[in-house]
Each structure stands twice: as C-alpha cells, then as structure tokens.
C-alpha cells in the first residue's frame, strides 16, 4: 500500500498567490482529514470529510481556506490569497469510518514569503 | 488549557529505557495514541490503547494507561538512535467523531 500521499512535498510562494495542496488517501479509506502543523500552535486539525462530505469544518482558520473533496481518492486545500503567516507543514490524513487508525501524509511544506 | 500535556524534551543513553509521559484532562476520552514524527516526516501511528485497558505491549513499546490520574506513557526499551524522534500523545473523545486532539510533542534525543 503507497500510504497517504501528498503534492507538492515543499511549496514556496509570495503574499497574494494562490495555493493548492493536494491529497490522496489510502485506497477503500473514507474519512480524510486535513491539519496544519507550526511551532506555536503544534497540530491543528482544520477540516474532515466523511464519505467526500465536509463534516467539520471549524478549525479552518479563515474565508482565504477552503478544501474540497471531489472524490473518494483525492482532496485539495487551497489558500487564495497566501499570507506570510500561512506558512507550515500541512498534512493530510485518512482512516476508514470505522476504524480508529488513522495514517498520515508525509505532509507539504509551505513557505509564504 | 491544553486538553493533552507532554514534557518538551527527553535524552536517554542508547540502550536505556525511555519513558514518555502524557496527561490528559477529559476523562471521556476513549482511545489514546502515540505517534512518532521523524524530521522531515508525516506523523506514524506506534500504538494505541482503548480506555479500558491499563497496559498494551508490542515489541519494544509498552503503553500504560492510568485513568484515575490521567496519565498516558510510552516506555521504550532498549532505545536506539534511530528512535530519535518528536513523539506525539493523542486522544480521542467519546462524541468526537473520532477526531483526534494531539500534545505539543516530546523531542526524544538518544545520545551514543
């Protein structure tokens, strides 16, 4: 099994770009979650889905976020416009509705300059 | 405050024995995990323990749980450097939809 996967592993862009981190879950998992690692505030979670609908998205921290899951093996979290303070490992997960394990990407580095 | 707590840093010799610890303040919580994050690397799932368990052990890994005090830890035996690491508690609540609530992480730093 290839295991989460995650593209681009390393995103460096300017203020004001638009970005796109993509993901691909484990094959048959159903629920994908998405999390943003800093040093100050450690491992948010930003947004799930379950059965490429958006459950929770609370922890998306503003309008300039969105993430959508258009099928079952692939999502996407795009930021427009990029702000310096977006920059972070951004990772994605996956897990099937019912199980407790849930395994993550190697994750994308991104550097907003 | 903070749902989950660790300590920031831990050194251990090779081939001592590691303990890393976890406190945790929700008593609904159902299942509790550890991950390990190597630099550069996504979060990977060592282990986990259902609530009503006290002790899990796989290998070198021994989890034990201590629901009265709330208190989660990781005992690695044996430690090599390759077990240089951030190790990550986490846990998950009853009602949560399973999402998983993480520690800030302990840096485990093995020393030859």
């Known amino acids: 099994d290839a295991g989460v996967i995650q593209s681009p592993r390393h995103e460096v862009t300017e203020m004001g770009q638009e970005v796109t981190l993509r993901c691909k879950p484990i094959s048959g998992h159903n629920s994908l979650f998405w999390y943003r690692q800093t040093m100050m505030r450690g491992l948010e979670l930003l947004i799930y889905f379950n059965n490429n609908v958006p459950i929770d998205d609370s922890g998306m921290p503003e309008d300039r976020f969105s993430a959508k899951m258009p099928n079952a093996s692939f999502s996407t979290l795009k930021i427009q416009p990029s702000e310096p303070r977006d920059s972070a490992v951004y990772f994605c997960?996956?897990?099937?509705?019912?199980?407790?394990?849930?395994?993550f990407g190697p994750g994308t580095r991104l550097t907003v300059t | 405050g903070e749902d989950v707590e660790q300590s920031l840093f831990l050194s251990v010799r090779e081939g001592d024995s590691s303990v890393i610890n976890c406190t945790y303040t929700d008593s609904s919580s159902t299942y509790l995990y550890w991950y390990k994050q190597e630099p550069g690397a996504g979060l990977q799932l060592l282990t986990y323990?259902?609530?009503?368990?006290d002790m899990k052990q796989d290998q070198r890994l021994t989890v034990l749980l201590n629901k009265k005090d709330k208190h989660l830890s990781l005992r690695i035996a044996d430690t090599q450097t390759g077990d240089s690491a951030i190790y990550f508690c986490?846990?998950?609540?009853?009602?949560?939809?399973?999402?998983?609530?993480f520690g800030s992480g302990t840096q485990l730093t093995v020393l030859p």
């Open positions: 323990i259902f609530s009503n368990m």
């Open positions: 997960a996956s897990r099937t509705e019912s199980s407790y394990e849930q395994y």
């Open positions: 986490a846990e998950i609540l009853t009602g949560s939809a399973r999402q998983l609530t």
